[in-house]
């Protein structure tokens, strides 16, 4: 995707929330099916899929990962020829980022990664269509991400550089982005700073939105405890929102966890977003399987 591609599906996304999009007598994918592979637990993830796909006038099959067995009971470019045959799309939520790429290139049908380890990008553009809903611009927006460079902070980080909002990591130290991101993002967007720092008050200075998430994602249960002591000065609460914006927007992909990475006050302080953003998901994964399964179904 690139930066003309991501501003037509924001729009697209802003259009269908809005109820501008132009009327059909026909759903755009009535009669198509979404498959949805999930070897993570979710509940927003597999709600706005589905119900983006029913929106949109299509059916959705739900498929737990230990049931299909990915690369276990039969080869991933078996089973991506194979599903291919049954289904106009197909929604990923993996451990292993490695697995929707070998899912692409095998299947014949558009694969949309709906969150693997590496990467949530369906998320970050819902958050990029929540801030352009609420300060009316992306360009020259500054977004503080305060926690680690987990997939969320990742695909932030590149939905940022192509859409030219001014993104800044607030991170302990040994939790920054990994190197082997780092140095992809810059073969990608030369001259486009990949910006951490040590301070989350400094980060947070000016900021017009201030975004976190939980300490440890899944996967990562046994650091939980580790990772709380180490997080605790990085919570978003009054005071460092005190040191963004004063209209700045507090943002979480949530599942929250009061009281560790977020305090209360501000998860359902007036400067919250969380609903919204999380409605969000919804309409950007509309406009998105509406122009893979149209595009690639087209008469």
Same mark, same amino acid.
């Given at each position: 995707?690139?930066?003309?591609?991501?501003? $037509?599906?924001?729009?697209?996304?802003?259009?269908?929330?809005?109820?501008?999009?132009? +009327?059909?007598?026909?759903? #755009?994918?009535?009669?198509?099916?979404?498959?949805?592979?999930?070897?993570? +637990?979710?509940?927003?993830?597999?709600?706005?899929?589905? @119900?983006?796909?029913?929106?949109?006038?299509?059916? &959705?099959?739900?498929?737990?990962?230990?049931?299909?067995?990915?690369?276990?009971?039969?080869?991933?470019? *078996?089973?991506?020829?194979?599903?291919?045959?049954?289904? *106009?799309? /197909?929604?990923?939520?993996?451990?292993?980022?490695?697995?929707?790429?070998?899912?692409?290139?095998?299947?014949?049908?558009?694969?949309?990664?709906?969150?693997?380890?590496?990467?949530? +990008?369906?998320?970050? =553009?819902?958050?990029?269509?929540?801030? /352009?809903?609420?300060?009316?611009?992306?360009?020259?927006?500054?977004?503080?991400?305060?926690?680690?460079?987990?997939?969320?902070?990742?695909?932030?980080?590149?939905? &940022?550089?192509?859409?030219?909002?001014?993104?800044?990591?607030?991170?302990?130290?040994?939790?920054?982005?990994?190197?082997?991101?780092?140095?992809?993002?810059?073969?990608?967007?030369?001259?486009?700073?990949?910006?951490? &720092?040590?301070?989350?008050?400094?980060?947070?200075?000016?900021?017009? @939105?201030?975004?976190?998430?939980?300490?440890? &994602?899944?996967?990562?249960?046994?650091? $939980?405890?580790?990772?709380?002591?180490?997080?605790?000065?990085?919570?978003?609460?009054?005071?460092?929102?005190?040191?963004?914006?004063?209209?700045?927007?507090?943002?979480?992909? %949530?599942?929250?966890?009061?009281?560790?990475?977020?305090?209360?006050? !501000?998860? *359902?302080? #007036?400067?919250?977003? !969380?609903? +919204?953003?999380?409605?969000?998901?919804?309409?950007?994964? =509309?406009? /998105? %399987?509406?122009?893979?399964?149209?595009?690639?179904?087209?008469?």
């Amino acid at each position: 995707v690139d930066a003309e591609e991501a501003q $037509a599906l924001l729009e697209r996304s802003v259009a269908l929330k809005s109820g501008g999009a132009e +009327p059909r007598r026909t759903p #755009p994918l009535l009669g198509r099916s979404l498959g949805l592979v999930f070897e993570k +637990p979710s509940l927003r993830t597999r709600v706005s899929f589905e @119900a983006a796909f029913a929106r949109l006038g299509g059916s &959705s099959i739900f498929l737990r990962g230990k049931d299909v067995g990915i690369g276990v009971r039969e080869s991933v470019a *078996d089973f991506a020829r194979v599903i291919s045959q049954y289904v *106009d799309a /197909l929604a990923v939520r993996t451990f292993a980022h490695a697995t929707i790429e070998e899912l692409a290139r095998h299947a014949s049908i558009p694969v949309v990664n709906a969150l693997s380890d590496d990467a949530h +990008p369906c998320q970050a =553009m819902a958050d990029m269509m929540t801030i /352009l809903e609420f300060k009316d611009r992306l360009e020259g927006v500054k977004l503080c991400f305060v926690g680690d460079g987990n997939n969320v902070a990742r695909s932030l980080a590149v939905a &940022s550089a192509l859409l030219g909002v001014e993104f800044v990591l607030a991170c302990p130290r040994g939790y920054d982005f990994p190197k082997a991101f780092a140095v992809r993002f810059a073969e990608h967007f030369p001259g486009v700073p990949l910006r951490s &720092s040590n301070d989350p008050a400094e980060a947070a200075d000016g900021a017009d @939105a201030v975004y976190t998430d939980v300490w440890a &994602s899944m996967g990562q249960e046994s650091e $939980a405890d580790h990772r709380r002591e180490i997080f605790a000065p990085y919570q978003v609460d009054e005071k460092l929102m005190a040191r963004a914006r004063p209209d700045a927007l507090f943002l979480h992909c %949530l599942p929250a966890h009061r009281g560790e990475e977020v305090a209360s006050g !501000v998860l *359902d302080g #007036p400067q919250s977003r !969380v609903i +919204p953003q999380a409605a969000n998901r919804m309409y950007f994964q =509309m406009a /998105l %399987l509406e122009r893979l399964v149209r595009g690639s179904n087209a008469e």
